[in-house]
């Protein structure tokens, strides 16, 4: 026989998971005490980082049933609700939501809402991945660099460059900048390759 399991969550302390409780017995499901489980964790909180949620994953085994109240006890969005609901039917577990009608999601007509709820993680993403673009924009028309910062600033770089010029070593100049080999290496690759570069570097004392 199929072991029954219910989430609730509630965002702070101060709330209860009785009504959620009240609401999935309402609906048919007998749970047992031990089978209930119950979170006080804010809704924009990934499953996976759900101290609870978690818990609960590990108990659960092939042709037990999972009951929520509503899609947001399952993920923070669409795509983490669709993430966790793949997850649970790989598993064999059935989910059932009941604002959704109770419908089992990951029977054939659970999967129709699933594709629904697919596209719009689908186009979260789509959304996300266009605002960090434009951000990105946003940040380089500023002037904000990315990446990680150089080894060495403009003044020291262009120190590095009359030294190895006149003849310097790479590994004394490493050493003495406080810096690796392949840094100065580098600041001397470019500027051999500039237009301006000075054709007298002496490759010999690497």
């Known amino acids: 026989m199929s072991r029954v399991f219910a989430y609730c969550r509630v965002s702070t302390t101060d709330q209860t998971t009785q009504n959620q409780s009240l609401e999935i017995q309402s609906a048919g499901f007998a749970i047992q005490s031990h089978r209930l489980i119950e979170e006080s964790i804010s809704g924009s909180v990934a499953a996976k980082e759900r101290p609870g949620f978690n818990k609960l994953i590990e108990r659960l085994e092939s042709g037990d049933v999972l009951v929520v109240t509503k899609l947001d006890r399952l993920g923070r969005n669409a795509m983490d609700v669709r993430s966790t609901v793949e997850h649970l039917s790989s598993s064999g577990v059935r989910v059932h939501c009941l604002a959704l009608g109770g419908v089992d999601l990951t029977s054939s007509a ?80 470019a500027a051999m390759k500039s237009p301006q570069s000075d054709k007298s570097f002496n490759h010999s004392g690497e």
């Open 110 to 189: 659970g999967k129709m809402t699933m594709q629904v709820i697919a596209a719009v993680a689908e186009f979260e993403r789509d959304l996300l991945i266009e605002r960090t673009q434009a951000g990105i924009s946003r940040a380089k028309a500023a002037g904000k660099q990315f990446g990680r910062p150089p080894a060495l600033n403009a003044e020291a770089r262009a120190d590095v460059v009359k030294r190895l010029a006149a003849g310097g070593n790479v590994s004394e100049l490493a050493r003495e900048f406080k810096t690796t080999r392949q840094t100065i290496m580098r600041i001397r690759d």
